[in-house]
């Protein structure tokens, strides 16, 4: 298996535009989670899913947050409108049920 | 709510000094315990891991983490560090009752000076 998958690597975008990151979990895995990583506040869990389903969202910062996991081998995470502030490094990740997460290699978001 | 707590938030050392990070938890029920290590510029991959058995367990290059549930506790060790172990080191836990989501403690930054 590749591991967990996700795109683009880097994003560079402007303030106000919409920015789509891109996930596919290891295959099996049945737990799908969205973090996000800056030095003052560290690793954030946005939200996850199981088996498709977001279970928790409490962490998505506001309402330009959205994510979807249209089916098991995809998820998205969308900022719309970006801002300076959503500047981070994204990480996607997956498991099985109480097993060992795997993280995925990170998007780099600037927003300008 | 859940919590995991890394009191060490930086840590500077020499090459081949003895190393240990602490880790609690908050929660007292049947719990998976990890240690993830982020090299620079990487994501985060697992050192070790306990669900169960030894509470003193092995991990990846040279590290090993001891169970003590009464002190709600899994800190982890390695004897003498390498300048390469520079990376952030992250704590966390499953509540395999609840939710099963990781709860992560804020991570201890080590840097090994050569």
């Known amino acids: 298996d590749a591991g967990v998958i996700q795109s683009p690597r880097h994003e560079v975008t402007e303030m106000g535009q919409e920015v789509t990151l891109r996930c596919k979990p290891i295959?099996?895995?049945?737990?799908l989670f969205w973090y996000r990583q800056t030095m003052m506040r560290g690793l954030e869990l946005l939200i996850y899913?199981?088996?498709?389903?977001?279970?928790?969202d409490s962490g998505m910062p506001e309402d330009r947050f959205s994510a979807k996991m249209p089916n098991a081998s995809f998820s998205t995470l969308k900022i719309q409108p970006s801002e300076p502030r959503d500047s981070a490094v994204y990480f996607c990740?997956?498991?099985?049920?109480?097993?060992?997460?795997?993280f995925g290699p990170g998007t780099r978001l600037t927003v300008l | 709510a859940q919590s995991v707590s890394q009191h060490n938030h930086h840590v500077i050392l020499s090459e081949a000094a003895s190393l240990e990070l602490g880790c609690n938890y908050s929660?007292?029920?049947?719990?998976?315990l990890f240690w993830y290590v982020q090299y620079p510029g990487q994501h985060l991959q697992l050192l070790l891991k306990y669900f169960s058995g030894d509470p003193l367990v092995k991990g990846i290059k040279g590290f090993e983490a001891e169970f003590i549930k009464s002190k709600f506790s899994f800190n982890l060790r390695k004897p003498s560090v390498q300048w390469s172990d520079t990376a952030e080191y992250f704590c966390?836990?499953?509540?395999?009752?609840?939710?099963?989501?990781?709860?992560f403690g804020t991570g201890t930054r080590l840097k090994v000076l050569a």
């Open positions: 966390a836990v499953i509540d395999t009752s609840g939710t099963y989501k990781y709860i």
């Open positions: 990740a997956s498991r099985d049920t109480v097993n060992e997460q795997f």
């Open positions: 295959s099996g895995h049945d737990y």
């Open positions: 899913f199981n088996n498709n389903v977001p279970i928790d």
């Open positions: 929660y007292g029920g049947t719990v998976n």
